[in-house]
Structures are given as structure tokens and as C-alpha cells.
């Protein structure tokens, strides 16, 4: 670039990226720690071997260098411990220059000093240039760079007359700190060229996290060139960003020369140190001196190792049970080895132990770090510290002579050993008392007793026979199926909740006892609530089926148990059953809510304020303390609202303004809890403003005014409620006139033409002749049998009884079975159904015409008195029914 080319200016305006240093030390001052220079530069060749020495940086402290160490931000340069900076490895420099920054730290007081590193590769024509300067003066100082080299910050003469440049050319990493909670997008750096005063420039930037995947996530204002992040920034997916920046005209000119951007994601403490595993097994011998190794734990921690962030320390936080002592083992603190710390481990009292050991980062800082914790079960192992003892002092017993393998006496011994094993076992021999060997003892396997017995009994007398005797016994034991047996039951594991589906947990096989017979082992699920998990039927392969949710009803003490079956293809089969203990660490997977509801505050703020808090389903760390806050939109929330902080746990809300109007306000509020990563939830709260009396209580015209209805829909209301009761009154008056109406109505036609009091209904079966057209010689009345019988068919009399030959009805038995009483009467039934002639024989009855020759008698006898004498005028008396009778009879005469 030549003398007259432009320069780009980066203004930084992320806090801390820069430390400003101040030369203007006042007189009170008698000592400030600091670099010499604020930034150094450094001529190097394109080339750089490996330990190659490139300049040396000066540093005063006011201790003095020995609790001083130096650190860089490169992987490429290192600092020694004179401030010389050196190549860590072989480099090439593909570009003008280098920047890095040089950092020193205080060990005693923790306070960090920056300084910047600039390394410029040497061009070949700086030499020819240097020649040609050397011919014009013969000194040059030290501190000069080339004539051609650009200098875009003006030289400074100081008083020794020592010249001091700066660079605006090649900036300092900028330093962002990982999940910032923004807003975004948030300002780091502007770049600007000072030809912009001349002609409009656009910049741009590339690299990765630009035009590079992950795309977009620094951009820059192309006018102003001011570059942003926009989204928050994860050190663990990645700690740094390399970007170019590019100044062009309109026309899409090269203006300036690209220039590095270095970006730093600062870690923070972010990610919680997680065990290798849940659980650990260890083991040590009773009675083991304190130091003694047991085992060892580890935790990691994906922060940054070389900070306090990734530094873990480690501690037991419990010991069950504290016997004999509460502190039986110490943990070293960096390594994570457990070692016996007391004496006194005694397998007899007890077997084993249960640790609790947390694992902190922030160099194990409490207040700080962020914390985990796994469980260490020691099992105390049996060594052979007990002798076994008599139970008693003197045994007796009796053996019927000349008799051999009869077991005289039984002798019991106690030992604490542990039962069954070598160093429980006892052995017995005879000291004394037994010259000739007739008595021999073996110990039961089982309950580890001493059975004394007869092994040679005397010859009888006068009986000659050989003093040997030899045999040959073959036992053959004979093996059954046994049942397949968990050696680990009940099993505990541990994990986090929320694993995927699919997700392999846990192998939980089975023993079969029958090594010989070669069988196989299946495994199925006995009881599993949830239905969470899947068995492999081959090998007990444990994996999920469903995500475990350890806010789940199935959950008891976070823990999810689980039982499962393993049976064997056996003659008959044999299956024994396990338990497993799944314990379910809580991960922050439940937003908190908002509480309460609902609320009421007065119109006015001094009076009251309304206490929230909010409830999480999770349990510590990730509920509390919460953050509450009012949202941005809509931006009246923040105008009338505001929120104070309490505790942890309570906030008031209340009014920022002097006055707010009566009704009921939906209050949007941010609740966010304390989980890593925090999750928030945004609930909204219906506070009922109103009027106030002097006791803060709401009053009966303010409630009703707080709930949203004015006077005039007041006035609405009351009006509908009136219409609705008049209407009502109305319609039961006209319901009642109606009635009234029904009962004092008179006929609309002459009563002497009204025919409802003359008809007379009476209960006649069949029709009158004139009403039905029957041929009437087929209902004569016969007088012979013949003649019925003489008819054609189907004409005859339907309701006489028909004549003909009837049907035989069962005969009941004497004695009926119980059985055939239900036969008996269904041939009843049966034959009653198929019999013409029972009664009825018709439901329609038809009467005969008499005709002549009637049996009857004569009824001519009882006409109507023809007297004179009869008065009928007293049926006037009897109302408008015998009104017609009266005209008929009283009237007669006078007609």
C-alpha cells in the first residue's frame, strides 16, 4: 500500500476488548503496574522456526515479576516468564501482519493487564528502501519503521525526544462473552475508512460466521460500517471466529485493503461437571490402615480447563452410615481419589458404605461454581479376623458299639466371619483322648458344625477275618433346573430425565446355575408402568421406549422401578425375577408459572402492590430465584406497570403511574427460573383495578366499575330485566283470562239443535243392521244340527262353538317326573293353541236377527202410559240436558 492510500479506523465498543492506557500519572502516584507500551510491533520474516525469539514485552509491577505470569490469545506465540515472545511452531505467515494479545496476570491480587502484539512481515522492497534512506542519514531510529510502511496514526514527539507510533491498521481481538442475553443485534466494532470523507464506501466482512456456515452471525451496517452479533454465542460449539473485512466503492472498487478481525467467545461458567458415571463400586479389606486407595471418581466439565470455569474440585458431601466415625474417607480434591481416612472399618458391624461425592467447578468455590454429584458404594470386604469359638464347654453323647459311620455328637461353633466363604469354614481335629483313631471329625458344609464319627469300631472276639477292607463308591448327583438369578437386585442407575427414545441404558442379565445344561435365557417385562422400557429377550439389553420424565405420577423419590422376568427352556421351566432402580437427575425441562391469576390492586399506586411468585415443576437448582419481568410490547405494560424484586422467589407488582382507571388490565409478565439453560414463560396475571376506601378495600360501586361495565350498560341491563319480567307477568294474566274464558263461554248454536245431551254411548258390541251390509239369511237362527252340518264351508256362525272331532289333550301322570313337568306343559300349550273349538272362538261378536218363531217373548206389553194425567213440568227443573225432554212431554198438549 503506498503513502497515499486510505486507512480504515475500528472504533470498538465491546467493554474490555481495549484497555486504554493512561500516561498521565499524577504526582500522588508512586507506582502503577502496567506495560511499558500499550501495543508492540515487531519486524519478522515471512518464515518463523519453531522457539524463534520474535521481541520482548515489559512489564512493571509494583511486587515485583515473581507473582507475575504471562499468557496469549494465539496458539502460535507464547510468552516466557522475561516476557520474551516466542513461536510455539514452525509458521508462515500468509499475510502483512499478525495480532495478537499478550495478557499478565497478578497472582496474588487476580488483576490482568493487556497489551497488544504486532507482528509485520518484512517486504523485499523495505530493503532497497532502507538503503536509499541510509544514503540521506546515517542514524535512523530504532523505533522508525520504512518509509513506505503506512503510519496512520501521527507521531508524538515525547520530551527525551523519543518518538512513539500507533497503528490503527491491524486492531486486537475482540473479545464477546458466550450467551449474552443481547438485546441483539448488539454492536461490537465500527470500521471506517477515512476516504469516506471523499467518496461513499460500503464494507463488507466474510469468513466463517459471515458468508461462511454458521451463516449470519456477525453482520455489518454496509453504510456505516458497524459490525453486530446477532444471536447469542456458545464457546463450547465454538471458541473463535476469523473474519476479513472489505472496504469498496459504489462502483464495487477495492478501497482498502482487507484487514483480519480476530473474534474471542469469553467462556463462561455455563455447563455443570458431569461424572463418568452415576454410580461407582469400590471396595476395601476391613481393617485397612487409614490412606488406604479405594478407588477413584472423575468429572468433567466442557467449560474452558485452563480458567477457574473448567476447574473441578471434588468433596464427599455424605457418609451413610457414620459409624464408627462420620468422616471414614477423604477425597483428594484435584484427582478425585478416595482413601481411607480413619481406622476402624469392621466388616462385622459394617458391610457397607454409601458416599455422596460432589463434583464443583470454579476451583470448588460453592458460592460460584455450579455443582453435580455421584454416588460412591464402598463394600467392605471380609478378611479372616475371627476365630471360630465353642458354643459350649463340654458335649456329650452315645454310640451303640460295633457299629462305624454313626455321628456320636454334633459340636457348634459360633464365627462372624463372613458365612460360607474360606475364612468362615472350620476345621476340626482331635488333640487328645483318641489314641486309636476310632473317631474322626467333619465339618457340615452347611452349618459349619463338627459331627463326631465313628471311623473304626472293635473286632469282636473269637472271630477270624482280614484286617482289610477295601470298596469302591460312585455317588451320582443328580441335577435339577434351577431358576436364572439377577446377582445385582435390586439395581440402581442413574441418569438424567428427557433421554431420547432408543436410548441404550443398562444390560440387566441373569445367571442360570445350571452351567451344564446348556440352556438358554429369556428375558420379558413383568411390570413396567409406564411403559418406558424395552428388553431385549436375548441379552437383556435395557433401552427406552418412551422419554422418561421424572415429573412423571410413576415417579416416586425420583426414582422408577421397574421389574422383569428371565425364564430358561428347562424341563419344567424355571424364571426368577429382578428390580431396577432407574434415579432420574432433573434437568431443566418445565418453564415456571406465573401465581397467582388473578389479582386487585387499587387505582392509585401508594396504597397496595400485589405479591407474585411463581411455581416450577423442576426441583433445585433449576427453580429458583426467578427473574421476573415486564415484556417490551405492547409498551403501555411498562408504562403503567412496574415490577420489584422481593427475594428470590416474590416480586410486587404495582402501578408506575399516579393514576390508572378502574377495569380489569391482562398483565403480561417474563417469569424465568434459575436451570441451565434457563427457560422462561410468559403468563398473564388479570388485575381488577378499582377505587379504593381508606382501608385499601375495594368498594361496591369500584368493584362493579372494575369489572368492566359502565352506567349506561348498567342502565341496558336493568331495562332487559323489566321487559323480561312484564312479559312474563303479561302472558300468565292472559293464560288465566283464557281459562276463565274456557269455563263461562256459551254455545254458538241453539241449544234445541245441540244433540250432545241427547246421545246416549253405550258399551254395545257389533254394529246395528243398518250400519253394516250383511246378507242376513246366513245369520237365521238354526234348528237342526244337520243343517249346520249341511252348510257350505266356511259359512257358519263364527261365535258358536265349532263342531267336529277335537283334539286329545296330554294326559298328566300320576307321579311326574320333575323333569317332565316342563313337557307336560308345553304339549299343553301346544295342543291348546291348535284347538279350534276352545273358547274364545271370535273377538268379534255378531248378533242374530230374531226374525219369526222367536224363543223370546213378546215386549209389546210395555208401551207408554197414554194417560193424561202425568206432569212432566219438574223436568224444566233439571237443567239445559232435559230441556228437550221437557218440550216433548210438558208441551205436548198445547201443540
Known sequence: MTAGSGVLLVLLSLSGALRAHNGDVTARETCKAGFSEEDYTALISENILEGERLLKVT??????????????????????????????????????????????????????WDAVVRLLVAQPSFAHSTHKKGKQSAALDASQPPSDMLLPWPQHRNANGLRRQKRDWVIPPINVPENSRGPFPQQLVRIRSDKDNDIPIRYSITGVGADQPPMEVFSIDSMSGRMYVTRPMDRE??????????????????VENPIDLYIYVIDMNDNRPEFINQVYNGSVDEGSKPGTYVMTVTANDADDSTTANGMVRYRIVTQTPQS????????NSETGDIVT????????????????????????????????????IITVTDVNDNPPEFTASTYAGEVPENQVEVVVANLTVMDRDQPHSPNWNAFYRIISGDP???????????????????????????????FQSTAGVTISVMDINEAPYFPSNHKLIRLEEGVPTGTALTTFSAVDPDRFMQQAVRYSKLSDPANWLHINATNGQITTAAVLDRESLYIRNNVYEATFLAADNGIPPASGTGTLQIYLIDINDNAPELLPKEAQICEKPSLNAINITAADADVDPNIGPYVFE????????????????????YAQLSLRILYLEAGVYDVPITVTDSGNPPLSNTSIIKVKVCPCDENGDCTTVGAVVAAGLGTSAIVAILICIVILLTMVLLFVVWMKRREKERHTKQLLIDPEDDVRD??????????????????????????TMEHVLSKAPGVRRVDERPVGAEPQYP???????????????NEGLRAADNDPTAPPYDSLLVFDYEGSGSTAGSVSSLNSSSSGDQDYDYLNDWGPRFKKLADMYGGGEED
Not at 483313631?437 to 473286632?459: Q, W
Not at 294326559?811 to 306343559?825: C, E, L, Q, S
Open 811 to 825: 294326559v298328566r301322570p300320576v307321579v311326574p317326573h320333575p323333569g317332565d313337568i316342563g313337557d307336560f306343559i
Open 436 to 466: 486309636s483313631g476310632h473317631f474322626s471329625i467333619r465339618t457340615d458344609p452347611v452349618t459349619n458344625e463338627g459331627m463326631v464319627t465313628v471311623v473304626k469300631a472293635p473286632l469282636a472276639s473269637g472271630i477270624q477275618m482280614s
Open 341 to 376: 481416612v480413619a481406622a476402624g472399618l469392621d466388616r462385622e458391624k459394617v458391610q457397607q458404605y454409601t458416599v455422596i461425592i460432589q463434583a464443583t467447578d470454579m476451583e470448588g468455590n460453592l458460592n460460584y461454581g455450579l455443582s453435580n454429584t455421584a454416588t460412591a
Open 758 to 783: 241427547n246421545i246416549l254411548k253405550y258399551d254395545e258390541e257389533g254394529g246395528g243392521e243398518e250400519d253394516q251390509d250383511y246378507d242376513l239369511s246366513q245369520l237365521q237362527q238354526p234348528e
Open 59 to 112: 512489564f512493571s509491577s509494583c511486587l515485583g515479576t515473581k507473582g507475575t505470569w504471562y499468557e496469549t490469545n494465539s496458539l502460535d506465540f507464547k510468552v516466557e516468564a522475561d516476557g520474551t515472545v516466542f513461536a510455539t511452531r514452525e509458521l508462515r505467515i500468509p499475510s502483512e501482519q499478525v495480532a495478537f494479545t499478550v495478557t499478565a496476570w497478578d497472582r496474588q491480587t487476580a488483576e490482568r
Open 630 to 649: 415486564l415484556p417490551f410490547v405492547p409498551a403501555a405494560v411498562r408504562r403503567n406497570w412496574t415490577i420489584t424484586r422481593l427475594n428470590g422467589d
Open 324 to 331: 464408627p466415625s462420620q468422616n471414614m474417607f477423604t477425597i
Open 237 to 254: 460449539e465454538r471458541a473463535s471466529y476469523h473474519l476479513r473485512a472489505h472496504a469498496v466503492d459504489m462502483n464495487g472498487n477495492k
